[in-house]
């Protein structure tokens, strides 16, 4: 039988440094491209209808609910310098102003849905569905896609609002919460995009 | 050498024309566009603008994370700046490591 310890691969002496994007980074950058890629399919999408129409919304459509959304939008926004402040907590250890911006996150990407999901409702009900026109088939397609992932962003960070509470993040060790912020960021950057594209346009 | 000139001014005769007919056929979007649809028709518009934003979408997209990683690297650790050439500081590392290296009298 041969010696264990002769087939080991031997350790260098001395230890490489860190790369500047670590691999979690770098995975989490591939998958937000690639998520980009599927958007600029469905607003290239969007953007077919929209310029080939020549009465955009449709006569008999309801328009959709400005104001309310610019809020929403708003919401959004706040939630980004939230997370922003749970990023700086972690880094320089402050578990509680972490654990509270985390939370409030939370809080606001849930507001953000729930005000969706309720304006969706009214919408429906005012006769803007999935299969009433290509108007309501993009708006539904576009937007629910972006709400799909937002709630996936907020079931993310509820999970790990959930850690930083149990203190699993350290200074020097909360990659978990960094690619959630990226992520969280990515969500909110690409509805800065929906909005004026699908609202105001 | 005229041989050479000769060949070259064809040559670019040939492309000048080339390049010409490639003017005219920039005036129409795609080949399906242009004949499904009227001159001024706003489908064939939109199609247009929508291939032009497909089209540029991946191209930007790998333009910005290419961008982040390289302008990340060149900011990594033992870097002080993202300048793309250093010239000065890597003239000044080869001084150093000229100077530290050992002679090939030192050996023997």
């Given at each position: 039988?041969?010696?264990?310890?002769?087939?080991?691969?031997?350790?260098?002496?001395?230890?490489?440094?860190?790369?500047?994007?670590?691999?979690?980074?770098?995975?989490?950058?591939?998958?937000?491209?690639?998520?980009?890629?599927?958007?600029?399919?469905?607003?290239?999408?969007?953007?077919?209808?929209?310029?080939?129409?020549?009465?955009?919304?449709?006569?008999?459509?309801?328009?959709?609910?400005?104001?309310?959304?610019?809020?929403?939008?708003?919401?959004?926004?706040?939630?980004?310098?939230?997370?922003?402040?749970?990023?700086?907590?972690?880094?320089?250890?402050?578990?509680?102003?972490l654990v509270?911006?985390a939370?409030?996150?939370?809080?606001?990407?849930?507001?953000?849905?729930?005000?969706?999901?309720?304006?969706?409702?009214?919408?429906?009900?005012?006769?803007?569905?999935?299969?009433?026109?290509?108007?309501?088939?993009?708006?539904?397609?576009?937007?629910?896609?972006?709400?799909?992932?937002?709630?996936?962003?907020?079931?993310?960070?509820?999970?790990t609002t959930?850690l930083a509470r149990?203190?699993a993040f350290?200074?020097?060790?909360?990659?978990?919460l960094?690619?959630?912020?990226?992520?969280?960021?990515?969500?909110?950057?690409?509805?800065?995009?929906?909005?004026?594209?699908?609202?105001?346009? | 050498?005229?041989?050479?000139?000769?060949?070259?001014?064809?040559?670019?005769?040939?492309?000048?024309?080339?390049?010409?007919?490639?003017?005219?056929?920039?005036?129409?979007?795609?080949?399906?566009?242009?004949?499904?649809?009227?001159?001024?028709?706003?489908?064939?518009?939109?199609?247009?603008?929508?291939?032009?934003?497909?089209?540029?979408?991946?191209?930007?997209?790998?333009?910005?994370?290419?961008?982040?990683?390289?302008?990340?690297?060149?900011?990594?650790?033992?870097?002080?700046?993202?300048?793309?050439?250093?010239?000065?500081?890597?003239?000044?590392?080869?001084?150093?490591?000229?100077?530290?290296?050992?002679?090939?009298?030192?050996?023997?």
């Amino acid at each position: 039988m041969a010696d264990a310890g002769a087939l080991a691969v031997p350790r260098p002496a001395v230890s490489e440094p860190a790369p500047a994007v670590s691999n979690t980074r770098l995975a989490m950058i591939i998958v937000i491209a690639a998520e980009s890629m599927l958007f600029a399919g469905l607003i290239g999408t969007y953007l077919v209808f929209r310029l080939a129409a020549h009465d955009w919304p449709p006569p008999d459509q309801p328009r959709l609910p400005l104001a309310m959304t610019a809020v929403n939008t708003l919401v959004l926004l706040g939630s980004t310098l939230s997370m922003t402040r749970a990023l700086r907590a972690v880094r320089r250890g402050d578990r509680v102003t972490l654990v509270r911006a985390a939370t409030l996150t939370t809080i606001l990407g849930v507001l953000f849905l729930v005000v969706q999901g309720t304006e969706w409702v009214r919408l429906v009900q005012h006769g803007l569905t999935l299969g009433s026109s290509m108007y309501g088939a993009n708006f539904y397609v576009l937007i629910g896609c972006h709400g799909a992932h937002v709630l996936i962003a907020v079931t993310w960070l509820a999970i790990t609002t959930a850690l930083a509470r149990r203190g699993a993040f350290r200074a020097t060790r909360h990659a978990a919460l960094e690619m959630c912020a990226l992520y969280w960021y990515f969500v909110c950057g690409l509805w800065l995009v929906l909005f004026p594209l699908v609202y105001l346009y | 050498m005229t041989r050479i000139r000769t060949s070259l001014v064809r040559l670019a005769v040939v492309a000048t024309a080339l390049a010409g007919q490639a003017g005219t056929a920039l005036a129409q979007s795609c080949a399906m566009c242009s004949s499904s649809f009227g001159q001024n028709d706003p489908v064939q518009r939109a199609f247009s603008w929508s291939i032009l934003f497909l089209m540029a979408a991946p191209y930007t997209i790998v333009g910005v994370v290419g961008g982040y990683l390289f302008y990340t690297y060149r900011r990594g650790p033992r870097r002080d700046r993202a300048s793309i050439i250093d010239l000065a500081g890597r003239a000044r590392r080869l001084r150093r490591f000229v100077r530290a290296r050992p002679t090939e009298g030192d050996i023997a």
